[in-house]
């Protein structure tokens, strides 16, 4: 069962600020959601292969091949910065 202090411990981990009716509304939106995931836990998958897509999902390919050489120079001309021969961007603290 989902309380209002795991949505706040949830809101203060992803830095959110949460109004008293957010709260609420997102402590039983949660608890449903918990619900659901109980009810799929019932379903007997003991006989069905484990799978990582829904549809059959092939990955076409093509050959990897030079269709237009551009120098260093020419692609660091289009660069806001640079330094060193490098882009060069903004620090983040």
């Known amino acids: 069962m989902i309380t209002i202090k795991d949505v706040e411990h949830v809101a203060k981990l ?3 600020e949460l109004t008293e009716e ?7 939106q949660l608890g449903d959601v918990l619900k659901y995931v109980d009810q799929m836990n019932e379903v007997d998958t003991a006989h ?5 897509q829904v549809i059959d999902f092939y990955n076409v390919m093509r050959e990897d091949k030079v269709v237009q050489e551009i120098s260093k120079e020419e692609l660091m001309a289009n660069a806001p910065d640079v330094e060193n021969g490098f882009f060069k961007v903004p620090k983040i603290n």
């Open 22 to 28: 957010e709260k609420e509304l997102y402590t039983k």
């Open 14 to 16: 992803a830095r959110l």
């Open 48 to 52: 069905v292969k484990p799978m990582c």
